[in-house]
């Protein structure tokens, strides 16, 4: 049977925020494992949805051999620092060398990287990877739906294969398929690919696959043993020309390529117009949802704060709504605020603490929420998901507590390491039941939906203060940050 290296490096870079993102970053636990190396890349991996998962489950069902490099995620933030990417990228070289004899290597990658030096960082890994084991050894990838996918990652890959949800529920799937092209491009040679990009961009809360226009772009794509279309919609906050979705085909000739590329291409720009880019501003999504009276809780979403897009997950808008506004009977996640979890932890359950929550991130109209609040619960912050998207897997929070403004009746989650919040067990983890509140916040964009929306009486996407802008036409020419 083939042997295969296998390595995942994976950021979604949001050109708008001043974190930079270190090797330390690459190194933590948060949403996703801390790097992993040799075995464990397979062993703390199995059974989660993530595509290197998936693949090492179809490689180890098919017989082939495995050779584990290294896996690593950041939660997504500023560009990746050139140290941080020279000595993954190097560790992912040396490991591909150390493995002498492959037939194979498989990559797990976002696709929306960008370093210090270079806005196509996975281009700039194949460019390495290539350089140094040539062009014939065959090379198969797996990119987020989010992927800004240069002409040189298509170039210098093999074969590449897409998420095709959001909520992402088919990270696993999708590095399951990349192991079966994969196996295609060992057994039957490369396929012939084909090409191209759109001319607009379309903010990530409008490409919901459970909504269309996005549901139909995806369960249309031509997908046999011998051909295959790929979509991915982008990520608008990396600052690269290449932010704009992407249709690539593969197929045994080039004809069929760019066939099929053609139709897909012919889709996505009809349905350019019918993407539901609808915000609403923080006070008018507060009095919808007081005055609804449907069973369950309305959902407010505060996309523009999402740190799994780059935000800080730490602006105030819609928290001084709520307050302005008498709503009671509120659940908020997640908070980051390692300063004010560490002193509820000083304070203990029950304590009052006075201090300042979020609102430290230089994001413009954004400031620190001050007041009295409530200790009402703490934790370490291993929590376990329990939804369909990230279940098997833990969350990383840090010391984490529940705060609670005094005399509003809103209970805030607030954490010591960023993590987007997407699962019930974010709430439940602290005894707190979602589906019981009357108004539910989440600090997320699209990826809550798989595990909030059977509990919500309705979803309410809202524009406050972030580092994430999705109201982006017109975009504003200076940015959410205010000091740069
Ligand atoms: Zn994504």
Same mark, same amino acid.
């Given at each position: 049977m083939p042997r295969i290296a296998i390595a995942g490096f994976q950021h979604e870079t949001n050109s708008l925020s001043p974190v930079m993102t270190d090797l330390a970053a690459f190194e933590m636990a948060d949403s996703w494992p801390g790097l992993l190396t040799g075995e464990d890349v397979i062993t703390q991996t199995r059974g989660m949805n993530l595509p290197i998962a998936g693949f090492a489950e179809a490689a180890r069902a098919a017989g082939a051999d495995l050779i584990p490099i290294l896996w690593c995620a950041a939660e997504p933030a500023g560009h990746v620092s050139d140290t941080a990417f020279d000595e993954i990228a190097g560790r992912i070289v040396a490991g591909v060398h150390a493995a002498? %004899?492959? %037939?194979m290597l498989y990559l797990d990658l976002h696709g929306a990287m960008i370093t210090q030096s270079d806005a196509d960082g996975e281009g700039a890994l194949l460019v390495r990877l290539r350089a140094e084991f040539g062009s014939k050894l065959p090379i198969g990838v797996s990119l987020d739906l989010h992927a800004n996918v240069s002409a040189r990652m298509v170039d210098l890959a093999d074969t590449i294969c897409i998420f095709r949800t959001y909520p992402h529920l088919d990270m696993a799937e999708t590095g399951a398929r990349a192991f079966a092209r994969l196996m295609a491009c060992f057994r039957s040679g490369r396929p012939q690919k084909a090409f191209r990009k759109a001319d607009f961009i379309v903010p990530l809360h409008a490409q919901h696959t459970g909504a269309e226009p996005a549901r139909s772009l995806y369960a249309r794509l031509y997908d046999d043993a011998a051909a295959h279309v790929e979509l991915a919609l982008g990520f608008s906050a990396g600052d690269t020309p290449d932010r704009v979705p992407s249709v690539l085909a593969y197929a045994q000739t080039q004809g069929q390529a760019d066939a099929l590329v053609e139709t897909t291409f012919a889709a996505l720009n009809e349905a350019r117009g019918f993407f539901d880019t609808t915000l609403l501003d923080a006070g008018e999504a507060v009095r919808a949802a007081m005055a609804h009276s449907g069973r369950g809780p309305v959902v407010l979403v505060d996309v523009q704060d999402n740190p799994g897009a780059g935000a800080s997950s730490d602006t105030t808008g819609l928290l001084r709504a709520l307050v302005a506004a008498g709503a009671g009977d509120v659940l908020m996640g997640l908070f980051h605020d390692p300063t004010l979890a560490a002193r509820a932890h000083e304070a203990g359950t029950g304590a009052e603490i006075e201090g300042a929550l979020g609102g430290r991130s230089g994001v413009r109209g954004d400031s620190p929420f001050a007041g009295n609040f409530h200790v009402e619960a703490l934790s370490h912050g291993q929590c376990r998901y329990t939804g369909e998207m990230y279940g098997g897997g833990t969350a990383?929070?840090?010391?984490s507590a529940v705060l609670s403004p005094i005399g509003t009746g809103i209970r805030i989650v607030v954490t010591s390491i960023r993590n987007q919040c997407l699962d019930l067990g974010h709430f439940a983890h602290f005894g707190l039941d979602p589906a019981a509140a009357r108004i539910v916040c989440v600090k997320s964009t699209a990826h809550f939906r798989a595990a909030f929306e059977p509990i919500a009486a309705t979803v309410i996407p809202v524009a406050s203060p972030g580092l994430f802008p999705c109201r982006i036409s017109p975009l504003d020419p200076a940015g959410p940050l205010a000091s740069v």
């Open positions: 002498g %004899d492959i %037939d990383t929070l840090g010391p």
